[in-house]
């Protein structure tokens, strides 16, 4: 009879895994049993069985009336169990460690935002980058973009995709698209500005920076003009001062594109200064993505052994 064992096992433990009784309480058995039953809720979840986090509460406990429903295997060894946890828990710290300098950094970045470029009726920012000081100069946003109207049917070059707030794209295969739809897309490059005209403030907004593709035509796609540095666009479109200037010229929360064109803002005298600044929040952003994607692996990894180190009955 095949021994009922997880698939990742520590090297000094071999012994085979108990069966939960229906009416026993796991977090009773040790101290250690407690943190224990909170990572086989964790697991659980990802089962498809429901658990619950306590307000406070990091991971989701697995609540006694769960236990009692729900067959599950745990080591009768205590040494295991705290080994389990030992482990889970220094990838929860490594976790929460990166978390919190994300937050840093995306705080940093604010920070900047408000420092490197005008706040609102400003007309130069508080701090310059070393080496530049002449003053800024007020320009409409028709001298930073245009719209550009490239009706397309989406193909390979250009896959249609739906928009997501914070502009990932979601790829829309050609097949799910009524063919009556085609018709009403249009082109959208890399580095294009884009808003949704009905909904300025909650809707889509800001730079394409993943692959050229197609839109539906209710967005407005803005190109920058030749000679702007188009990171420098990037954090400018951030900051509060444009996002203020811009909600001016709502009309029952819509942002016409000729109001848009018309709206006032504050750019470098010295091109060489937009792209200083275009390249140190450039930097910035890949800090971010680079702990997103730390905290991703970590995420993924944890998971990883959620799977190979907990063993759940079958229904």
Same mark, same amino acid.
């Given at each position: ?13 071999? &012994? ?24 086989? $809720? ?7 069985? !429901? ?5 406070? +509460? ?23 169990? +705290?080994?389990?946890? +030992? ?11 990166? *978390? *919190?300098? @994300? ?23 508080? #701090? ?9 100069? *007020? ?26 707030? #914070? ?10 698209? &009524?063919?009556?739809? @085609?018709?009403?897309? +249009? %082109?959208?490059?890399?580095? &294009? ?5 009905? &909904?300025?403030?909650? $809707? ?32 400018? =479109?951030? =900051? ?23 709206? %006032? ?7 060489? *200064? ?7 929040? =450039? ?18 990894? %944890? ?11 079958? !229904?």
């Amino acid at each position: 009879m095949t021994k009922k064992m997880p698939k990742y096992r520590f090297y000094k433990f071999s &012994d085979e895994w108990k069966l939960k009784p229906a009416n026993f309480n796991l977090a009773e058995l040790t101290p250690i049993a407690a943190r224990f039953a909170d990572y086989l $809720g964790e697991y659980l979840v990802t089962q498809g069985y !429901h658990s619950f986090a306590a307000d406070g +509460q990091a991971l989701p406990t697995l609540l006694e009336a769960d236990q009692k429903r729900i067959a599950f295997y745990y080591p009768k060894e205590i040494g295991e169990q +705290q080994r389990i946890v +030992q482990l889970l828990a220094k990838i929860d710290k490594m976790i929460s460690y990166n *978390e *919190e300098r @994300l937050i840093i950094i995306r705080n940093l970045k604010d920070g900047y935002l408000q420092r490197l470029f005008p706040t609102y009726g400003g007309s130069q920012p508080k #701090d310059r980058l070393t080496g530049f000081s002449e003053p800024w100069r *007020e320009v409409n946003l028709s001298a930073l973009f245009y719209e550009s109207r490239q009706p397309v049917v989406p193909n390979e070059y250009y896959p249609a995709v739906k928009l997501q707030a #914070d502009m990932k794209l979601e790829l829309t295969p050609i097949k799910d698209i &009524d063919y009556r739809e @085609l018709a009403k897309f +249009q %082109k959208v490059e890399v580095n &294009d500005y884009l808003y949704d005209g009905d &909904d300025f403030l909650g $809707g889509v907004r800001g730079l394409n920076l993943s692959q050229p593709c197609s839109v539906a035509k209710k967005y407005h796609v803005m190109r920058v003009n030749e000679g702007v540095d188009v990171h420098f666009i990037q954090a400018l =479109t951030a =900051t509060y001062n444009f996002l203020y200037s811009v909600q001016r010229f709502e009309q029952g929360g819509k942002v016409p594109v000729d109001n848009f064109r018309h709206v %006032k803002c504050y750019v470098p005298t010295d091109v060489a *200064e937009q792209k200083a600044i275009g390249e140190f929040f =450039t930097n910035l952003c890949r800090q971010v993505e680079l702990q997103e994607a730390k905290i991703q692996v970590l995420q993924d990894y %944890k998971q990883a052994y959620l799977q190979k180190m907990f063993l759940v009955k079958k !229904h």
